[in-house]
């Protein structure tokens, strides 16, 4: 049993295009979270939710929205990408201590 | 700088050997510790997790905490190939409920056969 799965795996699209990336999780996790992984591995905090409500947001563009339609699910839509947007995008959950992670999106925007 | 500090290697050991992997850190409000494991093109995998100050042992992997260096630690013995992956550390601050996580840049580490 997948505990956090985010699809798609792999995403290759053009510069301007909008996508999305769906995250959802069964371990009954409160919190879930994006992260997103650089070239260089370092992974960074974008976004976190709470019982659906949003308790972190980073400095993120504002191109980037996540929408988290219950608990266990958390979807990032992006908007008019970049270049620069070109990274892995990782899902986690936790309840009150460790994240879980899903096996991340590598979004790839040429 | 930054608030984790992590070497990224690489680190690379022959089989059997011990590893030693290390963080520092400058934010003391840090209470949760956490190691995780990364093979390439997978997500990181949750290896070790400490609270506070001590050392916490679960088979071949040993983390330790030094809360008055601000620094951590994880231990493998006996290393395997099967070990190669990046380590991430990764901590957070005890006074904030929201979880988020800190990490550190990872130490990629090879063991060769």
């Known amino acids: 049993d997948t505990a956090v799965s985010q699809t798609p795996k792999y995403l290759v699209t053009q510069m301007g295009n909008d996508k999305s990336i769906k995250c959802e999780q069964n371990?009954?996790?409160?919190?879930m979270y994006w992260y997103k992984q650089d070239s260089k591995k370092f992974l960074k905090i974008m976004f976190s939710?709470?019982?659906?409500?949003?308790?972190i947001n980073e400095t993120v563009p504002n191109r980037f929205s996540p929408k988290s339609p219950d608990k266990a699910h958390l979807n990032l839509h992006i908007n008019s990408l970049e270049l620069g947007d070109s990274a892995v995008y990782f899902c986690?959950?936790?309840?009150?201590?460790?994240?879980?992670f899903g096996q991340g999106t590598r979004l790839t925007v040429v | 700088q930054k608030e984790v500090e992590q070497d990224p290697g690489p680190l690379s050991v022959p089989e059997g050997a011990i590893v030693s992997l290390n963080c520092t850190y400058s934010n003391s409000a840090f209470q949760y510790f956490m190691w995780y494991r990364q093979y390439s093109r997978k997500g990181p995998e949750l290896l070790m997790y400490t609270y506070s100050s001590g050392n916490k042992e679960d088979g071949r992997f040993t983390a330790q905490v030094d809360k008055s260096s601000k620094y951590i630690s994880l231990f493998i013995r006996d290393s395997q190939p099967s070990d190669s992956a990046t380590y991430l550390c990764a901590m957070r601050d005890g006074s904030s409920n929201t979880g988020k996580l800190i990490f550190g840049q990872g130490t990629t580490l090879q063991v060769k056969p």
């Open positions: 939710y709470n019982n659906k409500e949003l308790i």
């Open positions: 986690a959950s936790s309840r009150a201590r460790e994240a879980f």
């Open positions: 371990l009954g996790h409160d919190t």
